[in-house]
Every structure is written in C-alpha cells, then in structure tokens.
C-alpha cells in the first residue's frame, strides 16, 4: 500500500530590525540577561505599544518578493496566554488581517523539475523571552531580552510531499530573506525557527489525514530528520490499525525522534481581539511601489541572469545563488578574472569545500574574491595550470600574499618555454624504453601514462598543451 | 484662600498676593485634618509638593506665563508617577513605584503644578462609587454617609472639599462626570485621543480617556491646554492641533442648537435632578440657544455593549498582574500555576475579578461572535446615533446620573450599579467630548448636568458650560464640610 505525505511549514523569521516590534530597545542577540528590556518589555503598568516601522518595511519586502498580495489595512491581535516569559500576558500578533496575504515561491528538485510551493499568509508579531530552567536552585530564570523581537510567521500550504521537498522550501526561504537582508536566517541561533505540520494519506485520496506539528526543529537537517521519523511512526500506526492523534509533537534531535507534548498545551483557547493600543496600519500603493522599487536582485532573477549573462548551465546558476553571499562572491571572482565558468567551478568547487570543512561564512574566507580572481586570472592566462592553482589556493590559505607573489615564492610559474619542455621529454623517452616500444607497436593508451610521467618531472609545471603536442610530435619522429 | 479656582489664585500668585509654597502648605494642612474623614488620598507627598512649590516661585519669579505653575494638583492614582507609589486602587499594585512618568503627569510638572498626592478610586477604575477600592471608600464632602461616585471618586471629593485646587482623572465610562456630578463640580471628558494615555494604567483601552477634575469649565479649560496633545508614545493619540481652549470661552450663545434626547428623560430619572436639568435649559434659552428634541434610539443597548467591551479589553489588559516581575505575590508558591491563581486571587478585589471573568467568556471560543463581535456592532451604531442628532443640534443636554449620590453600600447588586452610567456610558463607546456641571440640587445633594459635543469639539463644549457658569451659580456652592472644616 503507497502512502502520500503532506507537509506544511510555520516558519518563523526574526526581522533584523535594530530595534523592537513596539519599543525601542536593541535587539542584539547574546546580551547578559535582562539587559535590553525597556518598561514596555517588562509590560509595566500604563506602557502602551508603537510600531517599528522598519519591521513593517520588512515584512512587505518580503511579500513583494513572494508575488504576494500586500494587506492595505493590516491589524494586530492579542493572543491571550499566561506564560512567565511573555510579560503582557499576550503576545501581539495578526489574526485575521496579515500583512501579507497569499504568495508563492518555487522550488528545482535534484532532477531539475521545478515546483511552485504556495505560501497562505505571513504576519507580522512579537517574541516572547526565554525561560531558563537551570542554575537557579529549583526555580526558573525569566531573559526577557528578546521579549518584543519583530517575527515574522510565513506559513505555507499543504504543498510539499516529502521531507526532501519541505528543506528545499526551507532553504529557499533562508535564501529569500537572505536576500532582502531581513534577517540573518540563522536557524542555530533562533533567528529562523520551523514547526512542521505533517499527516499522510493513501495515494489517491484527496482529504488530508490527521496531521500532527512538529516544534523545535533548529536546522536543515533536522527538517528532514524530525520529519521522515513522524511519517514513519504515522505510517506504522495506520498501517497497525491505529489512528493518529491531532497533537504537537517536539523533536528531540539527540534521540533522532518526535515526543508527544502535554495534551493541556493543546486546547489553549487564545481569546484572540485587535489590540486597542494599535491603529490599524494603513498602506497604500505608493507605499507599496517605493518598497517594490528598492528591492534587490532576487535569487530566481540572478540565476536567469548568470545562464544568459555569463552562459553557465541552470544547475551551476542555482548552486551559485543559493546564497547571496556566494553569489555576490561569484561575482566579484568574474569581474576581476572575466571567465565565469572558470569562476563558477572554483567558487562552487574547492573555496565551498573549504568554508564547509571549517564551518565559515563567506565573509569570513580566508581567500577573498579579489584574491580567488586573481588565481583564477593566473589559470586563464597560462601562467599556471589548473593543477598547480590547487596548490596556489592552499597556500593561500595560511599566506595573505598576493597570488603573483606566492607563484614566484613557491616557483610554481608554468614552463612555457618549449626547449625545457623538450628536454623534458627526451628525458622521458630516454628513462622509459618499453613503454615508447609499445606505444610505437600502436598501444595508444600508453600515451597518457608518458605525458603524466613528463608532467611528474616538471613537478607540474609544464603547460599541459605544450607537453601534450612536444610528445606527440618526437615519438612521430621515433617512428618515422 | 479656600474654595479659589485656578483661573483666581493664578492671578494671587503673580500679584504676590500669595506664594505657591503658602498655597501647598495651606493645603497639605488642609489634608492633614480632614483627609481622614474623606479617605480621598491614598498617599499625599508633602515633601516633593514643598519642593515642587519653591520651584514654582522662582519660574514665577522669574515671569513664568503657565497659569497653572505653582497651583496645588491631586493625580488620580492611575497616572505612573516617578518615585511615588501608584497604587491603582488595588492590593496588586500597593508596592508599586514606577520608575517613570506619565505623559500627563509629565506635562504638569513642566508647567509648574505642584503634585499635593494620589488620590483614591475604585480598583483599576473599575466601579461607579469608589467602594471597589483595596485603601476603603472615599466619602463624598456634601453627605459624608454617601459614595463620592467612581472611579475617580477621590479626585472629585479633593476637589470639592478643597483638598486641592485642581486634579486628573480618567474617564472610561463615566468615571470623571459621574463623580463631578456627585460632588458638585465640573468633570471633564476629552474626545478619545486628545489627551495621551501613556502612564495611564489601562482599564479598557479604545474607552479609557483622561481628564480634567476641578471647580469651573474656564480651569477644565486651562487644565487642557495642558493636558491635550498629540504624544507619540501612544499611537491612539491624535495629531491634531490643540488649541487655546481658553481662547472662545466667552463666545456668546445666541444661535446654539441643543438637542435634548427624549431616552435620557424617560422612566429611572429622579425628579429633582429632571427639574434641575430642565431649569438649567431654561437658562440656555436665556442665552440665545433653542432646545430640539432628538433621539438616541440604540442608547438603551450601550450599557450591554459597554459591559462586554470593556471587561473584555480588561482581562488582557490585567494579565500582566502575574506576580513575575512586579506588584502583589502570594507567599511560598510551590508552582506556577499555584503563583498565578493565589497571587490574582489574593490581590484583586471581587470588582476586577468579576469583569475579567466576563470578559475572558466573552472573548472565549464559540462565545466572541455573539459578545464582542456584537458589542462593537453596536458600538457603531451608537456612534451613528450621535453623528446622526450633530446634523441636527450643536450639543446635546441631559442628567450625567439618574439621581443624585447615593449611600455608601446601598448598591450591593453589580447591574444596579452598572446602571448608575447609563446616561455618560454611550459617550465613551462613541469617543466624544462629555462634561458635567452643577445645575441645582436634590434634597441638599448636587445635582450634575451632562453635555456632550462632536469629535474635537471641546472648546465649544466648554464655552457652553462657561456661559452657563457665568449665568448661575452653583459651581460656587460648597459642602458644609469646608467651611466647618471637617467633622469634628
């Protein structure tokens, strides 16, 4: 029997607003306790909220990159709860009128297919603070430091069919915000957090299934983790007979599995009602069409302009624009060297490995751009091969002198010069006898094995091309 | 001095007839022999008045215009004030100093007020007699076995027992006019969003207004000079321009269409305070106005409305009073929600209890379409009501109360008492302008006459109770009490 998944993401983005959603305190994150907390986040007596208009900003950018529908009069809520860390006893939020109404992104699965995920809604609302249960002799610690932080919730339809497909959308909405700049997207830190609501079904069936939600999911992999393990508990309780109960799940990431939260969680009757402190925010289109016009370069549009700018093949255009940081480094590396392809196989290639084996961003690269261009520039004008560029990119990793420097340092300059290439090779065929029998006897593939030997005893240095025609061109003269 | 307006000691104080400092110790002395028998302040700040006072004499001195620097000012105890407890009424904030300041309270000190204390009411403003208080009663000076109305009961009884020249109040659905009414002044409510609410402590938000508690309209105009004003700490103040409200005070009346709403002289209304009310427009026909008869055909719906409203804004708005970071907690909670439940027991009285629990059903699942949903319906019909009769008229007339102060405890059921604001409670649903002033007596108890204008119409509604306070006199009439200077 084939079972269908559904998926459906709530994922919540910390705006990178400077200040909070309705108080002017700093939102930096990793502050001592308690010490970006105003009289408002502490929700004394007679504080009364105002909204951030920079959040506001944000919100709509993000709309407008979704192709979503822009809410012209949006209007926050109170969500009624009593919680230690949420110091209203409600939590500021949008119930029935969102900022952004319905939008859209798309997503390229590994075979190159393309799918378009639907987003229903995303509004704009408050965090609450944390609670700290350790270290305080039996009794709860209350950080209400990033109490009234600017969130913005983006849910999605039921749209995604598998865990695979739901990281995509995750990573595509990382690199969305990315590239607004309205968030740093960080998923360890809390900066981007995602609840999963996930059910199956039979295939072909067209209601949906009872779906369970997935909490404290705080990475990419833990996405495909924490859902993969709740299709299959679904799975193996349907297929027993059983039925799934609608609940909230959390996913602990050391056991590899989801845990049934209290049930009393689950029937919280918000009370939701506007907010009477607030004005209905009122927007209008040339509010509207002032964001449009400010909006960056997104990375469906980048990537159409590097296969048509710079000739690349759709999937290298979707690796470099995943990340607006990649992108941008790419390029930089192509304006400095002028050969994209060259650039794109670098970028992707050996400087990626390296971030990820130490866990950089590419703002921390110990090569910069201007650096990776002039190697690639080396490679492109002859002076070292592809190969020996390897060993230039190693070096630069510890050395910060310029690439030309380090070449002449470590003498890795390409041999050009034909006459030391053919003596090279005379001292081939001279050391190696039987193989050049062979290869006049018409063992072709012997060819290569010459060539490599040359190229050893150049220490890589001779210009590939060159040794390639010099060989060729003296064992033709050996034969004839 | 006793018994003097602002408009009258501002004067003394530039001719040197008097100095601010001689005005607060005059009456500070004054609270400190009859405050006890009228409860009306809960705390008075003898210390920080006398500073505040020495300090108005210099800027006065020094040729300060501000008629209200060096005048002795009572602050309901709603208003955040720096250094100086701010009780709100309630076991749950008796502790509670806040470490700012109200926009209002702010606005005063610039100017030169002198701040004599807090004045008592009921527990976050949430009564109509002042008995709902966590710090007991406040008596009203004319009989001192009837309530003082509420919520600001004790600012209106200070003022009227001159306890203080002038004093704030706040006004959520009748709280200033009804107590002006009570005790013989004049009590006014600004339009929603005239005066900032920031510092005030929230009752119910989209209804809460503050204003001016004092002895005539010429200083409820001089107290809005001073309090009105767009404050962008609070995004529900309005930005609009504040005019001199003192400026068209004496605009003579000949023309002026007063509407008179038959629902507000129909059955429950005392005959005494209608045959106060109706003489009182008599007068206004003297001075050139007509009277129409209009209708207010949803006001029957506005206490239903109200008391869904603001009970409903008030169980979120009283959430914060956790026990977490400040105020009132029970001692040795042994979990949360043990702290919770003990600590919101324990410190709020049965008033405050009671609306959250109204308004927590009424918000409630299956509950809000037929409540809040409803109640807000017909809040825009009440307002519809009020545009529809200002097409006709150019203010509207009648009772601020059904009768005149009643006795202490003798509304023990809560309707009956929710009752007493049936008059003044449509106007804080619509967010108008509402005043009242002494129009006469019954049975030797003040009786209060209610007026109400457009949106931002308060300079014309305080011309209008101007001129009708230059044509009568019984804004001038005082209890007994002051001049027998207390009960013994």
Redesign the interface.
């Known amino acids: 029997m084939s079972w269908e998944t559904v998926i459906g993401l709530e994922v919540h983005v910390q705006l990178s607003t400077r200040s909070k959603l309705f108080s002017g305190t700093a939102t930096r994150f990793g502050a001592e306790p308690n010490t970006q907390a105003n009289i408002y986040d502490l929700a004394l007596p007679g504080t009364l909220p105002v909204m951030n208009e920079a959040a506001l900003e944000m919100a709509v950018r993000f709309g407008l990159a979704i192709n979503a529908e822009i809410g012209k009069k949006s209007v926050f809520d109170r969500k009624n709860y009593f919680y230690p860390d949420l110091p209203k006893g409600y939590q500021v939020s949008q119930l029935h009128y969102p900022i952004v109404g319905s939008g859209s992104l798309t997503i390229v699965h590994e075979d190159g297919s393309e799918k378009v995920i639907g987003i229903t809604r995303a509004h704009m609302e408050e965090d609450a603070g944390k609670s700290l249960h350790e270290d305080f002799h039996g009794m709860s610690g209350i950080d209400l430091n990033r109490a009234g932080t600017p969130l913005l919730e983006i849910v999605s339809e039921p749209d995604l069919r598998s865990a695979k497909e739901a990281v995509a959308y995750l990573k595509k909405l990382h690199s969305i915000i990315r590239y607004l700049d309205i968030s740093d997207g960080n998923m360890a830190q809390g900066s981007m957090r995602c609840d999963a609501n996930v059910s199956i079904r039979r295939a072909g069936d067209t209601e949906l299934g009872t779906r369970t939600e997935i909490k404290n999911i705080n990475s990419f992999r833990f996405v495909e983790k924490a859902i993969n393990f709740e299709v299959t508990r679904q799975r193996e309780i349907l297929e027993d007979g059983g039925r799934i109960v609608q609940e909230t799940r959390l996913y602990d990431s050391d056991r590899d599995e989801t845990r049934s939260m209290r049930s009393k969680e689950v029937a919280n009757d918000y009370r939701y009602f506007p907010e009477p402190d607030l004005l209905p925010i009122v927007i209008d289109d040339a509010y509207i069409e002032a964001v449009r016009a400010d909006l960056p370069e997104l990375p469906d549009q980048k990537g159409e302009r590097f296969v048509a700018e710079f000739g690349l093949s759709p999937y290298d255009a979707g690796v470099l624009v995943s990340s607006r940081d990649m992108a941008q480094f790419f390029e930089r590396v192509v304006e400095i060297c002028g050969d994209a392809k060259l650039s794109a196989n670098w970028v992707t290639g050996d400087l990626l490995g390296l971030l990820n084996k130490n866990n950089w961003e590419f703002a921390e690269s110990p090569i910069s751009a201007e650096r990776l261009g002039a190697l690639v520039a080396r490679i492109k004008d002859n002076t070292i091969s592809g190969k020996i560029a390897k060993t230039v990119f190693e070096s630069m990793i510890d050395d910060q002198d310029g690439v030309d420097a380090i070449i002449d340092k470590k003498g890795l300059m390409q041999v050009t010069d034909s006459g030391a290439i053919e003596s090279l090779i005379d001292e081939v065929i001279a050391s190696n006898p039987d193989q050049v029998q062979q290869f006049r006897d018409g063992k072709e593939a012997v060819f290569g094995f010459l060539i490599g030997q040359a190229m050893k005893l150049s220490q890589g240095k001779a210009n590939p091309a060159q040794v390639n025609q010099i060989l060729r061109d003296k064992l033709n003269q050996l034969s004839g | 001095m006793t018994g003097k307006t602002i408009a009258e000691l501002s004067r003394s104080l530039r001719t040197g007839e008097t100095s601010s400092v001689e005005l607060t110790r005059h009456y500070l002395d004054r609270i400190k022999r009859v405050n006890s028998d009228l409860n009306a302040y809960i705390t008075v700040c003898e210390e920080q008045a006398l500073a505040q006072a020495e300090a108005a004499d210099k800027r006065l001195a020094g040729g300060e215009s501000s008629p209200v620097c060096g005048i002795p000012l009572a602050h309901k105890d709603i ?2 004030t720096r250094g100086i407890t ?1 009780t ?1 009424g309630s076991r749950m ?1 008796a502790n ?1 100093v ?3 300041d ?1 926009t209002v309270v702010e606005k005063f000190n610039a100017a030169g007020a002198v701040t004599l204390g807090k004045t008592n009411m009921d527990e976050f403003a949430m009564g109509s007699s002042n008995e709902t208080s966590y710090f007991g009663p406040v008596k009203n000076p004319w009989d001192i076995k009837r309530v003082p109305g509420g919520s600001s009961g004790g600012s209106a009884a200070a003022v009227a027992a001159d306890l203080c020249v002038m004093a704030t109040g706040t006004d959520t659905g009748g709280s200033i006019r009804q107590p002006a009414a009570f005790c013989g002044i004049t009590g006014f409510k600004p339009s929603y969003g005239r005066i900032s ?6 009752f ?3 209804l809460d207004q503050a204003g001016p508690i004092c002895k005539s309209a010429e200083d409820a105009a001089i107290m809005m000079n001073v309090m009105a004003g767009l404050d ?5 103040s309005v930005d609009l321009a504040v005019p001199d409200y003192t400026a068209d005070l004496e605009q003579p009346l000949d023309g002026l269409r007063i509407g008179i709403p038959r629902q507000h002289f129909a059955a429950g209304l005392n005959a005494d305070v209608e045959q106060a009310i109706r003489d009182g427009l008599q007068e206004f026909e003297k001075l050139g106005a007509s009277l129409i008869d209009i209708d207010l055909p949803n006001n029957h719906l506005s206490v239903s409305a109200y008391y869904v409203v603001a009970p ?2 008030a ?2 708005n009283l ?2 009073y ?1 026990g ?3 105020g009132y907690r029970c001692e040795n909670p042994v979990d ?1 929600d043990d702290m ?1 439940k003990r600590t919101r027991s324990e410190g709020f009285g049965d008033e405050v209890k009671r609306r959250i629990l109204v308004g ?1 059903y009424a ?3 299956g509950f ?1 379409d037929a409540y ?1 949903r409803k109640a807000q319906q017909i809040r825009r019909l009440i307002k519809q009501d009020f545009l529809n009769a200002f097409e006709q008229v150019d203010v509207i007339v009648g009772p601020t109360s059904p009768h005149a102060a009643f006795e202490l405890g003798a509304k023990s059921d809560p309707v009956a008492m929710y009752l007493e604001d049936i008059y003044t409670i449509a106007v804080n649903l619509a967010g108008l302008p509402g005043i009242s002033i002494p129009a006469g007596f019954s049975k030797g108890l003040p009786v209060g006459m209610h007026m109400v204008a457009g949106d931002f119409q308060e300079a014309r509604l305080l011309n209008v109770a101007h001129k009708f306070q230059r044509a009568t006199d019984w804004h001038l009439r005082h209890p007994e009490f002051n001049s027998g200077e207390g009960l013994s």
């Open positions: 208003f955040c701010t709100c904030l509670f806040s470490p700012y109200a609410r920031f510092g005030m402590i929230a119910a938000s989209s962008p700490r609070d995004s529900t409903a804004e169980s979120a959430s914060r956790d977490v970071r400040y949360l919770y927590t918000l409630s699942a809000y809040y």
